[in-house]
């Protein structure tokens, strides 16, 4: 059975979830949903598969290896700079043997059906073993326009479909038109493939990303779990997503169908969709009291929030600061300064 090794990348800052989420120790290192952090839940539920390797960088290492726990054979890879998913997933490839299947998985999105991931990542594996370069087409039940989209193409077998096209974040209407079809499936940012598969495609369409990637490692150093890349090389990367650099060029892009109450916990308004709310829509996490609300999603760390005929509305208190925004607000909050400076 060949080796399906979780690769969770743990970059970002979250912060269109400021004031909670921010730069010291952003959204993955959080309770969110229930009483685990995302990446915590990330962890646990690629467990039943090989050992993982952890992305960071520096200033987030703390809270990785705090969460990480012991994990025998697990591995950290501290990125010098952040140089974006290309270089992140690489970084990981060129430590592994080059069978190996890599499961990549963001440690900040939120999986209410963990069996589901897991058939999903399985059926991904299959695919990648034949070559294929595997995204998870996550089922689209509303017309999101912050969302990327994959659309389908002809089946591969009985478990997935060739890519026939990538499709930007796309207008409401064109959103629409998607659900409509059937045919597109968010792009959720989790992949599958062969090592040797990524690095071939990655030196044919990024060679630079490839070259640079190759000596970082090369003139790198290992420090326990710790493997810490050469950041003179590291630095020359021009940094791109993975979307870009590889899936949108390959030949290989499939897709798996994945419909397992996946959110990527993206803002304020995501999260309260991701959580338990009570018959009027309503999401309470510390000391509140709601009258005549439906919608409204509080969360606070000590002082008491009393909210009274409000819809669609979030309050967030953490510290010093206080965050009120509406729903439709709630994409708008990294813009603040606060959030920008934090």
Known sequence: MTSIIPVIL???????????????????????VGETTLFEATLARSATFDPPVVVTGAAHLAHVEAQLGDRPGSSII???????????IALAAMRLPEEAVMLVCPSDHHIGDPEAFAAAAHAAASLAEEGWLVSF???????ETGFGYLQRGEAIGTTGYKVAKFVEKPDLERAKAFIADGLHAWNGGIFAFRVKDFLDELEQFRPAISVAVIKAVRDGREQGQRFY???EAFRAIQGESV????????????????????????????LHDARVCDAEGNS??????????????????????????LEG?????????????TADGAQKVGKLSGAVNQ
């Open 284 to 309: 309470v996490n510390g000391p509140a009291e709601l009258v005549d609300c439906r919608n409204v999603l509080v969360e606070s760390d000590g002082p008491r929030v009393s909210v009274i005929g």
């Open 313 to 325: 509305v979030i309050v967030v208190v953490d510290g010093n600061e206080v965050l009120v925004t």
């Open 78 to 88: 501290v990125e010098p700079e952040a140089k974006n998913t290309a270089a992140a």
């Open 137 to 143: 087409g996550i089922e689209a039940k509303t017309p």
């Open 10 to 32: 743990c970059g970002g800052s979250g912060t269109r979830l400021w004031p909670k989420s921010r730069a010291s120790k952003p959204k993955p290192f959080l309770p969110l």
């Open 243 to 270: 979307d870009y650099a590889v899936m949108e060029n390959t030949a290989r892009a499939a897709m798996v169908p994945a419909d397992m109450a996946w959110s990527d916990i993206g803002n304020w308004q995501a």
């Open 229 to 231: 890349p050469d950041a």
